[in-house]
């Protein structure tokens, strides 16, 4: 739809405190609505052509490029979202490598760095359901030989 006009039409605070900049929007089609910005400049300028949705309260929803709303559904997949699920994979493994490194410390032992990280892998394996390796199993164990918990 084409904005033939755009004005300021004051403000909204949300209820965790946020400023908005409200907008009211008039189209080429007849239709109008109220734009919603977090600056005080219009998002859009007259003469141009946006892709949006008009709810019952006359909210305007801008289609951002690249295809869809651009507020993405709850439970969405992301295009990294794999990629981000295996660097938290690989951070939880590593937190609880030296977490038991730490415990083992208290309890007046420790485990060599190399192994704190051999340990990490493991669990990252595990916790990504891939076979581990049981020399590796071996390894840990023969340095970490009970523990405290």
Same mark, same amino acid.
């Given at each position: 739809?084409?904005?033939? *006009?755009?004005? !300021?039409?004051?403000?909204?605070? +949300?209820?965790?405190?946020? #400023? ?7 189209? %080429? ?7 919603? *910005?977090?600056?005080? %400049?219009?998002?859009h ?13 006359? #909210?305007?929803?801008?289609?951002? *490029? ?6 993405? !559904? #709850?439970?969405?997949?992301?295009a ?20 038991? +490194? ?7 032992? *420790?485990? !060599?760095? %190399?192994n704190?990280? %051999? ?27 009970? +523990?405290?918990?």
């Amino acid at each position: 739809m084409k904005i033939v *006009s755009i004005s !300021p039409n004051g403000t909204w605070v +949300s209820n965790d405190g946020n #400023t908005f900049y409200k907008f009211q929007v008039q189209f %080429d089609n007849g239709q109008s609505g109220t734009l919603f *910005s977090k600056s005080q %400049d219009a998002p859009h300028q007259v003469g141009e052509d946006i892709n949006c949705t008009i709810n019952e309260r006359g #909210t305007i929803k801008v289609e951002r *490029s690249g295809g869809g709303n651009w507020n993405r !559904p #709850t439970g969405a997949p992301r295009a990294n979202d794999a990629e981000r699920t295996a660097s938290i994979v690989r951070q939880v493994a590593l937190k609880a490598a030296i977490e038991l +490194s730490a415990a083992h410390a208290a309890a007046g032992k *420790s485990i !060599p760095t %190399d192994n704190i990280l %051999d340990l990490a892998e493991r669990f990252n394996a595990w916790l990504e359901k891939k076979e581990v390796k049981q020399e590796a199993h071996m390894a840990n164990r023969q340095a970490v030989e009970e +523990s405290p918990f």
